[in-house]
C-alpha cells in the first residue's frame, strides 16, 4: 500500500488536475489520514467537479469525521451527477435515517434495494424499518445488521486487473446489439458510473473506450462528455 500510495501522490503532484486524485483520497481514507484526503478531495474537486468517485470519497471521509450535513451535501452532488449511483443512495438513506428523516430514509433504502434486489444488508434494513409496523413477536425474527459507518454495502474488492481489463474490452469490442428474453429486448448498460469503476484501477484507457460508446448511443448527455473530457485531459488515456 505504501508503494502505492507514493505513486499516486507522485502522479497527483505532477498533475493535480488529474482524476487520480480520487483515487490518492481514497487510499489516504484508507489508512485514516482523513485531514488529508478531505484536503486532496477539495483540490481534486476544483478541477473535476463533475467526477462522482472523488464526492464519494469526500462524502465518506466528512461521514468518518461525523460531520453529517456535509456528507449528506456530497451524496447529493453525486446523486445529481448520476441518479442511481448505489453508494450515495445508501449513504444518504443512513444520514437520513439517524437524523430522523424517517420517510427520506425509507425512500432511499428501497430505491438502493431496487437497484440490487440481492443485497442483503439493503434487504434487512428496509426490513428493520418495515418492522415498526410489525408486531414485536415477528420482529424479533428480523436479522441484525451492524450500524453502518463509512462503507456501504457496495462496496466491493477490486477484481484483479487483468479481469478487468479483458472485461471492459469485451464489452467495448463487442457489437451492441438488443438481446431478447422471453420477447423482451436488454440492452446493454454503460454509464459514467461503470467508466469510474474502471478508471478507479488506472483501467483508464477502456474507460474512454466505454464513454466513447455511451456518447455514440446518447451524444445529448452532458455528464458523459464532461467525463469523456476530464479523462482525455487527465494525461492518463
Known sequence: MAASLANLERIFKKNP???VFARLADELFGQGDLRNAIEVCRKGLKYRPSYTTGHVVLGKCYLALDRLEEARQEFHKVLHLDS??????????CIERDLGWTEASQGHFKQALALDPFNEAVANEVNRQSAEEIPDSAEADLPAIDQPDASSPFDSEPEPE??????VLELTQTEYKPKHSNGLEIEPILTPTLAEIYAAQGLTRQAVAILKKAHQRDPSNQVVKDRLEAYRTSGEE
Do not use: F, G
Open 162 to 167: 487483468t479481469r478487468l481489463d479483458s472485461l
Open 84 to 93: 442511481n449511483h448505489p453508494a450515495a443512495i445508501w449513504h444518504l438513506a
Open 17 to 19: 488536475t488529474s482524476i
